[in-house]
């Protein structure tokens, strides 16, 4: 088991590594000039060019800024803006061109949002997906299967967008049925911060969940036909605890694995929820920092959405593999 655990860890570290690397040759080493997009076309000297460069360190030698960078995350880094230079503690993720900010502390200060917004709509998303499919798996083949199923794929066939739209315009803004999305943390006021999420959970986990409950369906339909489940029905025991109780713990294997890497991939920003419901979480962040051509913010928020989805594919794998001894042998 040790032996199977530092294999993962090696080759979890490689992937951000090698995602690091890509990176950072993806925003610095491509034909871009961050310094003109940020000195701009109006009243831009050459003189205020070059020291818009050099205060970034742009006109070093990229592997050195590439050392540099990399040495942030481990060690931190100072940085030097007209004169006044900053520290930016580890894990250095650099500094915002626009903001004078490193970009540590912005992702800091909009992560709980997305990480509000992820995990509340997960556990909708979870909930509703299993509950649906294991229903539809029940009654297999039947008027309430098929309807099932199909009100599934008609919800998941309409863009998200599209649904995100309709609802904040016509329940939240139009009839008000549901409270208007908005941030508030949760050591503020609870009740307002749950107020402020309800319509974005709602939106969110319902649309996601239609594709769990076809995953839960197809995995419960299997589990369903096994040995052991018709030996449990033949000692007598209810169709609710042969369901509930022996099927659905297995048949939630697969599912629990695809759930956990689409929570790592959804906390990378849930852009459209976070824009449409007025959530200043990293989607926003995001969708800011290309509008302003910030690259430093763009690559931190990559880098920590890509260490994220790693990380949590790493757990997924220790748990799969505790759960399945077979998944260690291989």
Same mark, same amino acid.
């Given at each position: ?16 590594? %090698? ?19 940020? +000195?701009?076309?109006?009243? $831009? ?12 360190? #742009? ?28 520290? $930016?503690?580890?894990? $250095?993720?650099?500094? @915002? ?14 992560? &709980? ?12 998303? /979870? ?36 649904? %995100?739209?309709?609802?904040? !315009? ?7 049925? !549901? ?5 508030? &943390? &949760?050591?503020?006021? &609870?009740?307002?911060? %749950?107020?402020?999420? /309800?319509?974005?959970? /709602?939106?969110?986990?319902? =649309?996601? +969940?239609?594709?769990?409950?076809? =995953? @839960? ?7 369903? @036909? ?5 030996? %449990?029905?033949?000692?007598?025991? @209810? ?8 099927? #659905? ?37 995001? /969708?800011?920092? !290309?509008?302003?051509?910030? #690259? ?6 990559? !880098? ?15 748990? =799969? ?10």
């Amino acid at each position: 088991m040790l032996y199977f655990v530092a294999r993962r860890l090696v080759s979890a570290l490689s992937v951000v590594l %090698a995602t690091l690397i890509a990176t950072f040759a993806l925003f610095f080493i491509a034909p871009t000039d961050p310094a003109a997009a940020i +000195c701009g076309e109006r009243n $831009c000297t050459q003189q205020r060019y070059n020291e818009i460069k050099s205060n970034l360190g #742009l006109d070093q030698p990229k592997v050195q800024q590439f050392a540099e960078y990399a040495g942030g995350i481990v060690a931190g880094r100072d940085f030097t803006t007209s004169g006044v230079t900053q520290h $930016c503690a580890v894990p $250095c993720l650099g500094f @915002s061109f626009k903001n004078d900010r490193p970009v540590t502390e912005m992702i800091k200060d909009r992560f &709980p949002v997305t990480l509000s917004l992820v995990i509340g709509s997960s556990v909708l998303v /979870l909930t509703i997906g299993v509950f649906v499919g294991s229903m539809a798996a029940k009654r297999r083949g039947n008027v309430g299967d098929r309807a099932l199923m199909t009100s599934t794929l008609v919800v998941s066939s309409v863009p998200y967008y599209i649904v %995100a739209l309709m609802v904040s !315009l016509y329940l939240t803004v139009l009839y008000q049925i !549901l409270p208007r999305g908005g941030w508030t &943390p &949760p050591t503020e006021n &609870p009740v307002k911060w %749950a107020a402020g999420l /309800l319509t974005p959970w /709602l939106v969110l986990g319902i =649309y996601n +969940c239609t594709s769990y409950a076809r =995953y @839960s369906r197809g995995s419960m339909v299997e589990t369903l @036909s096994e040995d052991y489940i018709r030996t %449990a029905r033949a000692k007598g025991l @209810s169709d609710r605890v042969v369901t509930y109780k022996h099927a #659905l713990r297995s048949g939630l294997i697969p599912v629990v694995t695809i759930f956990g890497l689409d929570v790592a991939a959804s906390l990378g920003g849930a852009i459209f929820t976070e824009r449409i419901f007025d959530l200043p979480g990293l989607g926003v962040l995001v /969708l800011d920092s !290309l509008n302003s051509y910030d #690259l430093p913010v763009i690559m931190g928020t990559v !880098l920590v959405a890509s260490v994220i989805i790693v990380a949590m594919n790493f757990l997924v794998d220790i748990g =799969y593999s505790l759960i399945d001894p077979r998944v260690r042998l291989s």
